[in-house]
Nanobody
């Protein structure tokens, strides 16, 4: 079994920073893309930042220039550095990874349990 465990959420004032971490464990052979998504109350889940296996990144327009995604392949961990936070960034943030397990031939999508980020004005 594969598990993704997020940490680093919390309450911060507007303009502040937070760093989210997501560690993967289990019988992992290889990662494909990893990323962060968020879901605010009453809204659909949206992509925030994605990092490909080769390191290419893609950001939502709303976070471009403020958030930075990175990955540590040796630690099976993906990070999201969030700076200049705004109240509209308030949401539950979910980690996602496309993973191929040992003995499998296909990549499967896995999700973390979510971590709350609240930005006060």
């Amino acid at each position: 079994q594969v598990q993704l465990v997020e940490s680093g959420g919390g309450l911060v004032q507007a303009g502040g920073s937070l760093r989210l971490s997501c560690g993967a464990s289990g019988r992992i052979f290889r990662f494909n893309a990893m990323g962060w998504y968020r879901q605010a109350p009453g809204k659909q889940r949206e992509s925030v930042a994605i990092i490909a296996s080769g390191g290419d990144t893609n950001y939502a327009d709303s976070v471009q220039g403020r958030f930075t995604i990175s990955r540590d392949n040796a630690r099976n961990t993906v990070y999201l550095q969030m700076n200049s936070l705004k109240p509209e960034d308030t949401a539950v943030y979910y980690c996602h990874a496309s993973i191929r397990r040992w003995g499998d031939t296909k990549y499967v999508d896995y999700w973390g349990q979510g971590t709350q980020v609240t930005v006060s004005s």
